[in-house]
């Protein structure tokens, strides 16, 4: 069965506490992405990666950083996470090779900082 | 910055009916265009994705693409209360882009 796997599902935390969100799709696909949900922006894209050690900013890139260590694994990292990171975070990897847009999503991650 | 539009809503559709969704782009040079199906506290689902001018049909869904408006749309036939969600569209490739999604109810 096709699964992209986000964990924490919800964590609160504090303004500067450094934190990771985890990504991990059995497709064995290429391309991954990450994108927050807030109210009224809809979905926007933070970074992108079409392969192993190949990634990319997406829209909202600042205050995020992410790494591409092997195919199956997309981490989010908040080095120093602010309010205004508060948002549902979805990781995204695609349906088929070559298709980047046709995507499959996580469950999502709700972080909320304080 | 690449925008994709859509109207809000809510649209409310009586059961039975079409229900008719409607996204604008402004890139010109975009090539692919998706609608993604997020239900309330779920995570955006694929269900159509069009690349070429005209229709594609799927079920009870129809995609309609029209490069030169710059304008994309999900037509849903026989409406059921299942299609009540929220329905996104999305333009692009790697860096795709999505409007802030539409809110269909389906009245029984």
């Known amino acids: 069965e096709a699964q992209v796997t986000q964990n924490p599902r919800y964590l609160i935390t504090v303004t500067g506490k450094k934190l990771t969100v985890t990504c991990s799709q059995n497709m064995n696909h290429e391309y991954m992405s990450w994108y927050r949900q807030d109210p009224g922006l809809g979905l926007r894209q933070i970074y992108y990666?079409?392969?192993?050690?190949?990634?990319d900013k997406g829209d909202v890139p600042e205050g995020y950083k992410v790494s591409r260590k092997e195919k199956r694994n997309f981490p989010l990292i908040l080095e120093s996470p602010s309010p205004n990171q508060t948002s549902l975070y979805f990781c995204?990897?695609?349906?088929?090779?070559?298709?980047?847009?046709?995507?499959?999503f996580g469950e999502g991650s709700r972080l909320t900082v304080l | 910055q690449k925008e994709v539009e859509q109207n809000s809503g809510p649209l409310s559709v009586p059961e039975g009916a079409i229900a008719s969704l409607n996204c604008t782009y402004s890139d010109r040079g975009s090539q692919s265009f998706f609608w993604y199906r997020q239900y309330s506290g779920k995570s955006p689902e694929l269900i159509m994705f069009i690349y070429s001018n005209g229709d594609k049909e799927d079920g009870r869904f129809t995609a309609q693409l029209n490069k030169a408006s710059q304008y994309v749309s999900l037509l849903i036939r026989d409406s059921q209360p299942s299609d009540s969600a929220t329905y996104l569209c999305a333009v692009g490739d790697e860096k795709l882009t999505f409007g802030t999604g539409t809110r269909l109810t389906i009245i029984p």
């Open positions: 995204a990897s695609s349906l088929k090779q070559g298709a980047t847009g046709e995507l499959f």
């Open positions: 990666s079409m392969n192993v050690e190949v990634t």
